[in-house]
C-alpha cells in the first residue's frame, strides 16, 4: 500500500497531497487523549472502518469468556447465579453503560435484542399515554427493524402510526400523539438528531419521547437523563464492543417506572421470582424490563468489553470522532476522482454522529452506468479486497464508521487513498470495455 503511495501512477499535485496528509495523519495520532486505547482491542492491518456495525474484540473479553466457561459454569454450574453474580447481571451492566448515555443509576437494564426492547418501550410508552391517544410517531428514516416492531405494537394497541421525519416531529406532534419512537443518529446517512429540543418538543404535546442510541451509545455524548427522555434502548455490539449479538439494554426514566408495564412480562421482572407464584405481581424500578433467563456468556463478555471505558471521557471521544471524520472528508476530497461520490452525512458537527456515508454514483462509462451490479456494491467490496472495512447500504451508500478509541488518522486517510485507487480503476476498467 505505501509503495503505491510513494510512486503513484501519475505524479503531480495528489501525490504532494498524499505525502501531507500522511505526515499530518501520523502527527494527529501522536496527540491527544485516546492515543493508547487502540492497544485495548485485537486489530490488525485491516482499516477496520465497520464498527458502527460489529466493533472490534477488546483484549479483556477472550480470557473473560474462558474462565466463566471453565470455571463459572464448568466447575460451580448452577451455584454461579448467586455466587457469581449470574442472576443480578442485567442490573449490574446496566449500571456500567448508564454513565455512557448520561443516566442516573437505577435506570438502565440490559438484555434481549434491540428488537425486543424497542416493543418493550414502545408498548410501555402508549400503556402509560394519556386515553385520548390516537396515534405514535415513528422516525422515517429509522433503521428498518424499530418500524416494523413500533407498527406492531401500536395494531395490538389499535393506534394508528404516522411516519415523521426527526426535523418535523416538533412540526406534526399532536395531543393525540402517545408517544415518537426517533433514532438519535440516522444508521445510513450519520445524521445525528437534536435529543433535547425533540424531547421538549414531545412533552410540550404532553407526549413520551422514546430513543433508539444504537448509533449513539458510545460514540457520542448522550444525555438521557438532562433531556428529560421518557424511555430509551440501544444495541451493544457496535460502539460498546459487546460482540456479535451482545444483549441490548432499555432506559425507563426513574419517574415512569412505577408506571411502566412491561408487554414481556417474564418471571426474571417479577417481584418475586422464586415464589413460583401463578400471579404477576412486577418487581420495582428498571427490573421490570427484563423477561427470561439472560444470555449469560453473551451478556459477561459484554461487561467484560465494557472495561474499554475505562479512564476515557466520552468528551474526548466525540472530539476525536470530529477530528477524524472531518479529516477523513477532506482526504476523500483530495482523492477520490470529482463527482464520483458525495457526503450524505452532514458537514456541521452538531448534526454529525461518529461515520461518513459517502453516495457513490456510477462513473461515466462504469459497468454500473451500462445497466451491470449496482456500483456503490462493487465498490465496497473492492475496498474490502484491498484491506478497507466499511459497508454498503442500498441503493447508493458507502457507510465508513469510525470508533475513536481504535480507528486512526492514519486508518482515514489510507480508506480514503485506497477509495480514490479503486474509483480510478473502476473508471478505466468501464473504459477499457467501452
Ligand atoms: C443496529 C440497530 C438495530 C438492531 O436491532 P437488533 O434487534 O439488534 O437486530 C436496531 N435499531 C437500530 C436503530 C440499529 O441501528
Not at 223 to 243: Q, R
Amino acid at each position: 500500500m505505501s509503495e503505491s503511495r510513494e510512486t503513484p501512477k501519475s505524479p503531480g499535485p495528489a501525490a504532494a497531497g498524499a505525502r501531507k496528509a500522511a505526515i499530518r495523519a501520523a502527527e494527529l495520532d501522536a496527540a491527544g487523549p485516546l492515543t493508547t486505547t487502540r492497544e485495548r482491542f485485537v486489530l490488525d492491518d485491516t482499516v477496520y472502518l465497520d464498527g458502527n456495525s460489529l466493533g472490534a474484540l477488546p483484549r479483556s473479553v477472550p480470557d473473560r469468556i474462558a474462565e466463566v466457561i471453565r470455571h463459572e459454569w464448568g466447575e460451580l454450574r448452577i451455584r454461579s447465579w448467586t455466587e457469581a453474580g449470574w442472576w443480578t447481571a442485567p442490573e449490574r451492566i446496566g449500571e456500567k453503560i448508564a454513565p455512557l448515555v448520561g443516566a442516573a443509576p437505577g435506570q438502565v437494564v440490559v438484555g434481549d435484542s434491540t428488537s425486543i426492547n424497542v416493543f418493550k418501550a414502545v408498548t410501555g410508552g402508549i400503556r402509560m399515554a394519556g386515553k385520548g391517544c390516537t396515534e405514535i410517531l415513528v422516525d422515517a428514516t429509522t433503521f428498518p427493524t424499530d418500524g416494523y416492531i413500533a407498527r406492531s405494537a401500536a395494531r395490538m394497541a389499535g393506534l394508528a402510526v404516522r411516519p415523521v421525519e426527526p426535523a418535523r416531529i416538533a412540526d406534526e406532534v399532536t395531543e393525540r400523539t402517545a408517544l415518537a419512537l426517533v433514532n438519535h443518529v440516522d444508521y445510513r446517512t450519520g445524521e445525528l438528531n437534536d435529543m433535547a429540543s425533540i424531547t421538549a418538543a414531545l412533552h410540550s404535546a404532553g407526549t413520551l419521547a422514546v430513543w433508539d442510541l444504537c448509533h449513539s451509545a458510545g460514540a457520542l455524548p448522550v444525555a438521557l437523563d438532562a433531556c428529560g427522555v421518557d424511555l430509551a434502548v440501544g444495541c451493544t455490539y457496535k460502539y460498546l464492543n459487546g460482540g456479535p449479538g451482545s444483549p441490548a439494554y432499555l432506559y425507563v426514566r426513574k419517574s415512569l417506572q412505577e408506571r411502566f408495564e412491561s408487554p414481556l412480562p417474564g418471571w426474571n421482572s417479577h417481584v418475586d421470582p422464586f415464589g413460583m407464584e401463578p400471579g404477576y405481581t412486577p418487581a420495582d424500578g428498571v427490573l421490570r424490563g427484563r423477561v427470561g433467563t439472560p444470555d449469560i456468556l453473551s451478556m459477561l463478555a459484554l461487561e467484560a468489553a465494557l472495561e474499554v471505558w475505562e479512564g476515557v471521557a466520552i468528551e474526548d471521544v466525540r472530539a476525536k470522532s470530529l477530528a477524524l471524520t472531518d479529516f477523513f472528508l477532506e482526504c476523500v476530497s483530495e482523492y477520490a476522482p470529482p463527482g464520483r461520490v458525495r457526503s450524505v452525512t452532514p458537514y456541521e458537527h452538531r448534526r454529525r454522529g461518529s461515520q461518513v456515508s459517502l453516495a457513490c454514483s456510477p462513473g461515466g462509462s462504469s459497468v454500473a452506468a451500462q445497466g451491470g451490479a449496482p456500483v456503490a456494491g462493487e465498490v465496497m467490496a473492492e475496498l474490502i479486497r484491498r484491506g478497507v472495512v466499511g459497508d454498503f447500504r442500498p441503493p447508493d451508500v458507502l457507510r465508513f464508521g469510525f470508533t475513536p478509541l481504535y480507528t486512526t488518522f492514519a486508518d482515514a486517510e489510507r480508506a480514503a487513498w485506497v477509495l480514490g485507487e479503486v474509483l480510478r480503476d473502476q473508471a478505466a476498467a468501464g473504459g477499457d470495455a467501452g
